[in-house]
């Protein structure tokens, strides 16, 4: 196992090639799996596992495998109208199951959107295969179970075995599955070691040498564990087969993980299916890890949490920095933006904990600051050193952007600049792989969105890695982060939310990228909020505990509509009439924040007592336009979009055009959200394939995106 060391940063100069320094740049960053907390020495943990599925009894590993072999549920037939199947079309509210069960084990499933479609979709079977293991004996006797079993496949890390990339490809549920491999550590005196789990989905416990380490629950939110106690510190048996004992090499340690998921609906699931298949805009589930893991190397004092918040009206960064303990440490900052310096200075950690500004002057920039924005992606680097009576024990590399973001109740603001949001709505889905996407395949997503002119992405219903958010930063690219949806209200879903919430916040709160928090969509998990005041209240507490730990962005509580407290009226209308959707909004803001705007919903804007809020109106959901332009293997018999199908790419085009064009002459909305990036499985309305591939010419879909609400001088 290779212990990398991070290379330094290199000088730069003015002189530099600006294309190929800035790719240099990112490359470098993308070379540590967090490119925002970058430590010179870690092991990559990701790569070839062993693993291994528990068996379920046999009658019901028959059931499951009949069950599955059923198809998949579809939504319509291909190029039948679907103008109302819509995410709109929720599950309808599910009676709670018992509360007090156990968390791993799966309740009955709520019932399944609907969908208004031409061709009825068949009925969903009595016990969905998705579920039909949660009372098999064999499978419950597995969740209990510690005991580690014979490994008898491997698995290619971070990717979930249901997906080829994978290298298991099993599309079968099994909700219990083991992990376990090898790796090598040079340990050093005085150090920590750190074990970074990015997304393990969803309960799961961690085993070193035989010794249990600790367990996490949440399948979507970053965890760690200080691991040094539990490694091997002598040498000698460097692998299972005495490979390094006659070298003297670092004896292997056995990394083991069991994961446990039920795919409860009152879990975050986000946009996996619970069904025994396939259905609407549900997918295929992912289960287990299916994000980065890495192990670091620190001092035994240590910087831990960190929270950057830029000031361009007053010219600062405040920084909140905590180490891990309560030693007599002190920290040392260093800025400097393309390796030229810009200031340096040092603070002393009160109760683990130092919080302090950092004026921000650069002469070089026009104004003093170089400020960041999707067209000009200015990041400073911050270097940091902790360190205890003049010796340094920790070091950590990050970087920052310039910028604030604010509302007046009518307009957006990005640097105290109008601003109109043109945002795609991306699901992050990969071909053969699900919700994982490698470095290079988000940055061809990002430049593909941005060649055709929309200046930012809804990361819809999942917590994009570290590295998606990363490049979004350092390719000028806006980010929504949305918090994937639970299905089911009561106790156990608000647990399982605020459990994954903090972490959610803290791992976007540093991205200058990050626009506004998503917290819930289209009232999934709420159903009953129109009328229903404990519901309202919990959206309205995920909305303040947002706000609370990060004032300096826009929050949304529940995109879509039957809204509470939010800082933007998001709005989501897939008529597929230009004219009918434009005399649904132009000119009746009142009416619309009152009322019930859409016909394809019928949902009212604002929950009853919070109509009259004064914020912005976004449309962050539209179009979703229909068309399978190859890709994928060609069509498929299941796919599905908004509107009448047409094989005809330059129909679609013009579609595309007259709703975005409707959407941007509402004369009080302030952007807009295009459903979607990219076909997703089933849903094959995206702009790209499902090869991530343009469907259309780029320069058609820029001309309409850019024919209205562009801003700036033009330099000539």
């Not at 968390?103 to 399944?112: C, D, L, M």
């Not at 299916?273 to 609407?280: C, E, I, P």
């Amino acid at each position: 196992m290779t212990q990398h060391t991070t290379a330094e940063t290199p000088d730069k100069t003015a002189n530099d090639k600006p294309a190929v320094d800035a790719k240099n740049r990112i490359d470098e960053r993308l070379g540590y799996p967090n490119p925002q907390r970058v430590r010179k020495t870690w092991i990559d943990l990701n790569g070839q596992w062993d693993f291994y599925i528990p068996p379920a009894s046999q009658s019901a590993a028959v059931n499951a495998e009949t069950e599955t072999a059923g198809g998949a549920e579809t939504v319509g037939e291909s190029g039948t109208v679907a103008v109302a199947a819509s995410p709109a079309a929720e599950p309808a509210a599910a009676s709670p199951d018992d509360e007090s069960a156990d968390p791993t084990k799966s309740p009955t499933a709520p019932t399944a959107p609907a969908a208004s479609v031409t061709a009825a979709a068949p009925a969903a079977p009595a016990k969905p295969a998705n579920n039909a293991l949660y009372d098999d004996p064999a499978t419950l006797a597995a969740v209990e179970s510690d005991e580690f079993p014979a490994f008898d496949r491997t698995i290619e890390v971070p990717y979930s075995y249901t997906f080829p990339k994978s290298g298991v490809n099993e599309p079968a549920y099994h909700p219990v599955v083991w992990y376990r491999r090898e790796f090598t550590v040079e340990r050093h005196p005085g150090k920590r070691y750190l074990l970074n789990f990015e997304a393990v989905d969803y309960a799961c416990e961690v085993w070193i040498n035989g010794r249990h380490v600790g367990g996490h629950t949440g399948g979507h939110t970053p965890f760690v564990f200080d691991v040094t106690r539990y490694l091997r510190t002598d040498v000698g048996n460097a692998g299972r087969n005495g490979a390094g004992a006659e070298h003297g090499l670092p004896q292997a340690n056995e990394l083991v993980v069991k994961v446990i998921d039920f795919n409860r609906p009152d879990q975050p699931l986000g946009k996996q299916s619970w069904k025994d298949a396939n259905f609407a805009c549900w997918y295929t589930r992912t289960i287990g890890i299916w994000q980065s893991v890495w192990l670091e190397e620190t001092g035994a004092t240590y910087l831990d949490d960190l929270i950057m918040t830029p000031s361009v009206a007053e010219s600062k960064l405040t920084v909140d920095a905590s180490i891990n303990d309560l030693a007599a440490a002190d920290l040392h900052y260093e800025v400097s933006f393309r390796g030229s310096p810009i200031t340096h200075g040092s603070v002393s950690f009160t109760g683990g904990r130092a919080r302090f500004d950092i004026p921000i002057r650069d002469w070089d920039a026009n104004s003093g600051i170089r400020l960041w924005s999707p067209e000009s992606p200015d990041l400073y680097d911050i270097d940091f050193i902790v360190t205890e009576q003049g010796r340094p024990v920790d070091e950590v590399s990050s970087y920052f952007g310039m910028r604030d973001i604010a509302s007046d109740g009518r307009l957006i603001f990005l640097n105290d600049q109008k601003y109109y949001l043109k945002l795609l709505l991306n699901q992050g889905y990969y071909k053969d792989a699900g919700l994982t996407g490698t470095a290079e395949e988000v940055r061809g997503d990002i430049e593909k969105m941005k060649a055709m002119g929309f200046n930012g992405n809804r990361i819809h219903q999942k917590i994009e890695s570290h590295h998606a958010l990363y490049l979004c930063d350092a390719l000028g690219f806006i980010a929504w982060a949305e918090f994937p949806s639970a299905y089911e209200f009561g106790p156990r879903l608000i647990a399982n939310v605020e459990r994954e919430l903090p972490a959610y916040l803290a791992k976007h709160v540093n991205h200058p990228s990050v626009f506004a928090y998503v917290l819930m969509n289209e009232s999934w998990g709420v159903f009953d909020v129109a009328r229903d005041r404990r519901q309202q209240t919990f959206v309205d507490s995920l909305y303040w505990q947002a706000k609370a730990y990060d004032p300096s962005r826009l929050v949304v509580g529940n995109d879509g509509y039957e809204q509470t407290m939010t800082d933007i009226c998001t709005l989501h209308d897939y008529n597929a009439d230009a004219a009918e959707l434009l005399k649904t909004f132009q000119g009746r803001e009142d009416e619309v924040k009152a009322g019930a705007p859409s016909p394809m919903s019928g949902r009212r804007a604002f929950c009853k007592g919070y109509e009259r809020r004064q914020v912005p109106v976004m449309i962050t959901e539209y179009g979703g336009v229909a068309y399978e332009g190859g890709g994928d293997g060609g069509t498929r018999g299941d796919s599905w979009g908004y509107g009448r199908r047409t094989d005809d790419p330059k129909q679609v085009v013009a579609r595309i055009r007259a709703l975005t064009e409707a959407v941007m002459a509402i004369d009080y909305c302030v952007g807009f959200c295009y459903t979607q990036t990219t076909d997703v499985e089933q849903e094959v309305n995206g702009l790209l394939d499902h090869d991530h591939e343009y469907k259309f010419d780029p320069d058609e879909i820029r001309s309409i995106l850019l024919s209205a609400h562009t801003y700036g001088y033009v330099q000539v």
